[in-house]
């Protein structure tokens, strides 16, 4: 059952405002661990990320995009399907599979006169090569930074084996979209998945940066002292800490390097965005930027994502299409990476099925019309984690309720030897998250309203 219900009409009326009478090409690159405030537009001390931020100037930058499970493969079937991962089938990064009877957002472009193209990482079992792709440019996995192995469609139009090019991955990968989107095909219009290995572990820039931001002074977060007193033992016994792994030794030099892959990315954005103005497209075109979830960076002296904390779950999302979004919108509704698909069908024209769990962002950033019958945007969402055990990072199963003050986390199913636990944070006065207020008695009339707003929602999207 979707999150917010429109009536049929609505949905078609809406699709059909939005869109030109000429479908607009569709782009959307995503990055992998991306967090929402490192781009130089977000006010990054001294990452440069002038391309993407092009995208921001010239659209919207919505100020509070958050994913609804912080994990790769979840996030990925989430944006294909506008599903949550407990109706997607994909609930971690451990082999669950994507249902064959859900929506399948690119299928729905396919069958409404688009050509649709992937690249890069799906990180999915199967690695969406059992879907139907106009071009299909992808590896498995994680992918390796140099000398990567990807499948490529062949002349035939089936996905070919795998093989080494060399280069650095994204540059490969970009390199390739661009090729598949200069191709000529009358005035159908494509729509291309860009999805990015940057900036996951471990971090290898490529050589013409491995010098960048050599001289740059990184500081560590407020957090990082923190010790995380009155937080919940799922959180403290979580092995996600500097120092246990080999690559977050030197944090500074760790900084550098996710930054220094950052701004290749950002190269790679330019090639994309230099294209379309030279195929003389930009104007035609909605071009999507955002990440599949975010990354602890230091905070508590902690790396890596999974947990519903703010600096894991919110990522960056920007939207530029000339023709139907003001520029320099910066919109603070909350938005999911479940409002992606109908985001994408609703500027293709196409109504989405009312089963999404997801809502167009468009009605965010178009111009209100006085008919419109549009309900308020969301004022609380659901997130969930079902990865556990798992053999590295040792995150409890959590779900939890986010609203625009506060934020509800539920450990519901932890190890024998630990009860339930729940972390409460008011936003609003600690947007830091440092003091949870969960068991304190001031606060239980507040603890009560969001169990009952969680279990509202778990209601709403059908989960069990």
Not at 138 to 165: L, N
Not at 189 to 210: D, E, I, N, S, Y
Not at 307 to 319: A, C, G, K, N, T
Not at 379 to 395: G, K, L, Q, R, T
Request: overall charge neutral; aromatic content about 12%; hydrophobic content about 40%.
């Amino acid at each position: 059952m979707r999150l917010f219900l429109s009536f049929v009409g609505l949905l078609f009326a809406v699709a059909a405002a939005f869109a030109d009478a000429k479908k607009p090409n569709l782009v959307v690159m995503m990055t992998d661990d991306q967090r929402f405030d490192f781009l130089s537009c977000a006010g990054h001390p001294f990452l440069k990320t002038p391309n993407i931020d092009r995208i921001a100037k010239e659209g919207a930058h919505f100020k509070n995009a958050f994913v609804t499970n912080a994990l790769c493969a979840p996030s990925r079937a989430t944006l294909m399907t506008g599903l949550y991962s407990h109706g997607n089938g994909v609930l971690d990064n451990m082999g669950t599979k994507l249902r064959e009877d859900v929506p399948w957002m690119p299928d729905l472009l396919r069958a409404n006169g688009y050509e649709v193209g992937f690249v890069g990482k799906s990180h999915v079992p199967g690695h969406f090569r059992q879907k139907t792709w106009d071009y299909y440019f992808g590896f498995t996995g994680q992918g390796q930074y140099a000398k990567p192995v990807i499948a490529e469609t062949g002349p035939d139009g089936k996905i070919g084996p795998d093989k080494a090019y060399d280069g650095w991955i994204d540059d490969v990968t970009t390199d390739h979209a661009i090729n598949w989107m200069k191709k000529d095909r009358g005035d159908k219009p494509f729509c291309l998945f860009l999805f990015f290995k940057t900036p996951h572990r471990q971090w290898v820039p490529p050589a013409r940066h491995k010098e960048t931001y050599k001289d740059a002074v990184v500081k560590k977060p407020a957090l990082w002292d923190d010790p995380g007193q009155g937080k919940p033992r799922a959180f403290l016994q979580a092995a996600n800490m500097f120092g246990q792994y080999p690559d977050v030794h030197n944090y500074d030099e760790m900084i550098r390097d996710y930054c220094r892959c950052l701004t290749a990315v950002d190269d790679n954005v330019g090639k994309v965005l230099a294209a379309l103005d030279a195929m003389k497209v930009a104007d035609d075109t909605m071009v999507m930027y955002t990440s599949d979830n975010g990354f602890f960076l230091g905070e508590w002296q902690r790396f890596d994502k999974r947990f519903m904390h703010d600096v894991s779950i919110r990522v960056p999302m920007l939207v530029r299409h000339p023709k139907s979004v003001k520029a320099g919108q910066t919109p603070t509704g909350m938005v999911l990476n479940v409002d992606i698909a109908p985001t994408l069908l609703n500027f293709a024209g196409v109504p989405y099925p009312n089963t999404m769990h997801g809502r167009s962002m468009t009605e965010l950033i178009a111009e209100p019309k006085a008919t419109d019958n549009v309900k308020p945007w969301r004022d609380s969402w659901y997130y969930e984690y079902h990865e556990f055990p798992d053999a590295s990072h040792n995150v409890n199963k959590h779900r939890g309720v986010r609203t625009e003050q506060y934020k509800f986390i539920h450990y519901y199913d932890p190890p024998f030897k630990f009860a339930q636990e729940f972390e409460l944070y008011d936003l609003k006065a600690d947007p830091e998250e440092r003091t949870n207020l969960a068991n304190r008695p001031k606060f239980k009339p507040v603890v009560d309203e969001m169990k009952a707003k969680l279990e509202k929602l778990r209601a709403e999207v059908g989960a069990k």
